[in-house]
């Protein structure tokens, strides 16, 4: 609705004001508090290390076990489907399921490839794909055997391929406790390369690039429907592929690379790809290009290549310097580093400063309000992918809580970016009754369609995911009148302000339950409101409620009904937002009818007007009606 105030000249208007200035409008003292940063590796959903191949006998105090928590595993086609329609996922994932998720707590994710040079079968590809006629080439794998791999852009590899897929999503998708998959459909390991494949044989084949985008857009659309709430990861190329991970990036997937080393990742994908699909919704996940051993050999620098890593916005890192057994052999300095790298990968919400009032102010009779203003910073590389609200409550000395408020923040958790702050206000209610005394200030952030608690980056926290901020005191004021405005239009006080065309005044008949009442009446064009009152000063962050009663005589047309409304601007008369009461129901038109609302303030919200607002700003009217009995009443205040 509009917010235009009406620049008249003052006009007495006999109407009769009580004001009631509540208390509560002197400015509160506050006072800010500052927690202390966490060193804790964080186990939030849509981020973290992973572990390669982990030992399924790993215990909780193994260093590796307190750095990640999702278990990630690659198969073999051949593995789970080793006849047409016969799925083994029971033999091979309900293991897995149970010792991760089940036993440690952990998260798992997999890919199942058609391809790989390290399996030590002649089939990566299951035999019977080749027998229902899917053609074939030759590769000798890094054991010597020769494997028989599929044409990738074949449609009836495609058409059996997309078949298994939709069965492995039946098994898999939102199963509890699985993070994500990968894509492992095409090419060497699914990494979309070909590294093993001649020019012969690619010719042979038919291959072009256009064949190969196709095919992996089938898989792509294929994994999109299989998998509608799971993560899926596409394993990048290089900017010949763009059209190719563009299209997985519309299809809802998301980016993978493996080959990060000291200079960056393959085709520099963190820096070209990364970044701006970033923004875009895409998650980013590295894999380091060779094990430590090999780093070693080499020469490459284990915390030059992390600091490369975490120099792109990325969600999730393998930590395949290791694998298996090896993470038990792991230096001291390795493992220290992939704790660093722990703590700064993905989103990493900390609090710099958090500004409270020095007291509670406890109101006898009716709720109270504690304001609170949050300076939040993103400390991690990469942006968060999800919504979370913000639960704040306070709890007795005995850790029992005696009031909880939730919000979803005004700027959503998927804008905070890394480094940047944000501030947000929240209003934690204090229930009518509460004991004077002295209360703990708690804090979680959490999914609030499961409840999941999102782990921060300040210490404090507490076996219920909550964290603990500090103490408040909560003390009783002086009872004052939660009557802000009230007008009986029976005294001759106070100013309206008419629209153009309209003219208002005060009878002495006609009113609700005294004689008298505003009457308002004639014709209004370009405007919002018919009348409009400037009000005392508001309270920033308290709610209050707007009652008035409304007698329509003559409305032409019907539409729009009429209905008050009062507008909140802040200190330097900027409009901020408008609160509405019910409308007139024109269907009883000649009724007294009672209208009403509530106004629950803005941050900043100091000033206010009231109008009688027409519901349009274009629509000719002419209208004839009566206000009686307005009130504006404080019903919770800081």
């Known amino acids: 609705m509009g917010y235009c105030r009406f620049l008249l000249p003052a006009v007495a208007l006999g109407v009769g004001v009580v004001w009631a200035q509540p208390a509560e409008t002197a400015g509160l003292e506050t006072r800010e508090l500052t927690p202390a940063p966490s060193t804790e590796v964080l186990f939030n959903p849509g981020m973290g290390l992973y572990l390669q191949y982990p030992p399924t006998d790993a215990q909780p105090d193994e260093w590796f076990m307190r750095l990640a928590d999702i278990a990630y595993y690659r198969l073999d086609w051949n593995d789970v489907n080793p006849a047409p329609g016969q799925y083994t996922f029971d033999a091979y994932f309900g293991p897995l399921f149970d010792f991760w998720v089940r036993q440690r707590g952990k998260r798992v994710a997999f890919r199942v490839m058609c391809q790989s040079m390290h399996s030590p079968g002649a089939y990566v590809t299951p035999q019977w794909v080749f027998a229902a006629g899917v053609p074939g080439v030759q590769h000798e794998a890094l054991n010597g055997v020769m494997q028989t791999d599929p044409v990738f852009w074949d449609d009836r590899y495609l058409d059996l391929q997309c078949e298994f897929i939709g069965r492995l999503g ?60 799971t993560r899926v990861f596409l394993n990048v190329g290089g900017q010949d592929h763009l059209t190719i991970n563009d299209y997985a990036a519309l299809r809802g997937l998301h980016f993978r690379q493996d080959g990060l080393t000291p200079t960056g990742a393959s085709y520099d994908c963190g820096e070209w790809l990364y970044k701006p699909y970033a923004r875009r919704g895409v998650i980013c996940n590295f894999e380091f290009h060779s094990s430590y051993e090999s780093m070693l050999q080499k020469g490459w620098d284990v915390r030059a290549t992390i600091e490369k890593g975490l120099s792109a916005p990325i969600s999730y890192l393998n930590t395949n310097l290791f694998g298996g057994g090896g993470y038990r052999q792991a230096p001291a300095e390795v493992q220290q580093l992939l704790a660093d790298a722990g703590r700064r990968v993905g989103y990493r919400f900390v609090i710099t400063r958090l500004t409270v009032p020095t007291t509670a102010r406890l109101a006898p009779g009716r709720a109270s309000r504690v304001p609170l203003e949050c300076v939040w910073r993103n400390d991690g590389v990469a942006p968060c992918y999800d919504s979370f609200a913000i ?120 009113g609700h339950r ?64 408008n609160f509405n009461t019910t409308a007139y129901d024109i269907t009883r038109m000649g009724t007294w009818q009672l209208l009403d609302g509530v106004a629950d303030l803005p941050p900043g919200a100091v000033a206010g007007d009231l109008a009688i607002e027409k519901g349009d700003n274009t629509t000719p009217v002419k209208v004839r009606l009566r206000l009686d009995d307005v009130s504006l009443d404080l019903i919770e205040g800081p």
């Open 391 to 510: 639960c704040w409550s306070l709890v007795d000395g005995a850790g029992q809580t005696v009031a909880e408020q939730t919000v979803l923040p005004r700027t959503p958790t998927t804008l905070w970016w890394p480094g940047e702050t944000i501030t947000e206000h929240a209003v934690l209610r204090l229930p009518p009754g509460l004991a004077p005394g002295e209360y703990g200030l708690r804090v979680r952030m959490l999914v609030p369609e499961t409840g999941q608690n999102i782990m921060l980056g300040i210490a404090g926290r507490q076996p219920d995911g909550t964290y603990d901020l500090g103490k408040t005191a909560a003390k009783l004021t002086p009872e004052v009148s939660p009557n802000v405005y009230a007008e009986a239009f029976e005294t001759p006080r106070g100013q309206w302000q008419a629209a153009e065309g309209i003219t208002v005044r005060v009878t002495g008949q006609g």
């Open 170 to 229: 039946e098994y898999l998708d939102g199963r509890p406790g699985l993070e994500f998959v990968d894509i492992g459909s095409i090419g060497e390991w699914g990494e979309m390369h070909l590294a093993r494949w001649t020019p012969e044989q690619l010719e042979a084949t038919g291959f072009s690039e256009t064949r190969y985008a196709l095919a992996y857009r089938r898989v792509i659309d294929a994994y999109a429907r299989a998998f509608p709430r």
């Open 514 to 577: 005294e004689p008298g009442c505003l009457l308002v009446e004639g014709q209004a064009a370009r405007t919002w409101n018919y009348a409009a009152l400037r009000l005392p000063d508001l309270i920033p962050l308290a709610k209050y409620r707007l009652q008035a009663w409304m007698l329509v005589e003559e409305l032409e047309p019907t539409r729009p009904a009429p209905f008050l409304k009062l507008g909140a601007y802040d200190k330097d008369g900027r409009w901020i937002t």
